[in-house]
């Protein structure tokens, strides 16, 4: 029986503003711009809007929507603090509102001032999880995110032969994506030579394993699937979504498996719900706040066997026109770091073969994930309406 949940809520509209590194815009400037343009994009009034997900820290919230929106009667606020992974969780709680007609619209937004506001590690102490690794971490000096996830890399790295080479390759071919897109931060060629000449930041990481720190905004509407057929753009529907959480999931360092991210949970039931599995995927848009995080997210994908990972990257299978291509607008990596809500959009414009000169051919089915600040995972699979 098919999961109740499959295919009754759709993507109707996306909207970004530029991605810079530096603005003189607020976070809430950036999201409501984004937002509009969402809106628009649907073919929908602000007015139209009666739910909204801001993301949190930082932005808006729903009073601010409120009033700049002129929404009449919001029928739903709600926050999802997962970090990196809230985007994508948050389309799960987006349709479950608008499946059961608690609402009609959904807005799911961000606007981050990432480069010229409160940098990373400033956001980090704003998590409550973080009293924990202020416990167990912060004492031996691992605050960063980049300090946070490096052990995993180089456990990965010492069970099952992982090289610097295989992150400069999603690094490389992340940043080839990119240039195809207009509206990046780094838009200048990277090689492999000049991935591994990089400095390092918290062994094993490079330079260039890391995400951008940036200022942006971008935003989604969602929308029950036969509402979004009668609006102005192809609809995008949601045939599964999941989130799920690590064990100990306030300190990385109690864990039994440093690698073992929430992904693993929330994937099995985005599969079942969606009906689909690995070998049906098209694109995927994988969150990618470290190279090495893309490399555990495919095997956990189920793209391939758990070590694997490495070798699976190599040789055009992520590129465009290989077997998987994968964050064909950048990622965070090379356009911009709006906590993943731009990788929602470049897979809705995949689908509506919208992509320009990243586009995949015939693309039908793709994924995109979220990655949480500790680990948390969530995963949509999406698909091009008939």
Known sequence: MAHGLREKAAISGIGETAYTRGTTKSALALQLEASLAAVADAGLSPRDIDGVIPYFPGGGIAEDFVANFGIPDLALSAFVPMGGATCVAALQTAAMAVATGVCKHVLISVGRTGYSGARVSTRLQQFPQFALAAEFEAPIGIFAPAQLYAPGARRHMELYGTRSRHFAEVAVVTRQHAILNGNVVMNKPLTVEEHQASRMISDPFRLFDCSLESDGGAAVVVSATERARDLKKPA??????????????????????????????????????????????????????????????????????????????????????????????????????????????????????????????DAEVGLVTGYGDMGDGSLAILRRAA
Request: aromatic share 6%; net charge negative.
């Open 236 to 361: 995008v529907t949601i045939m599964g979504v999941a989130e799920g959480h690590p064990e100990s999931p306030a300190s990385i360092a109690q864990r039994p498996d440093l690698m073992e991210f929430g992904l693993a949970k929330a994937a099995p039931r985005a599969y079942a719900m969606a009906g689909v599995g690995p070998g049906d995927i098209d694109v995927a848009e994988i969150y990618d706040c470290f190279t090495f995080t893309v490399i555990n997210q495919l095997e956990l994908l189920g793209f391939c066997k758990r070590g694997e990972g490495g070798p699976f990257v190599m040789d055009g299978r992520i590129a465009l026109g290989g077997e998987l291509p994968i964050n064909t607008h950048g990622g965070l990596l090379s356009q911009g770091h709006v906590v993943g809500l731009n990788h929602v959009i470049e897979l809705t414009r995949q689908l509506r073969r919208e992509a320009g000169k990243a586009q995949v051919a």
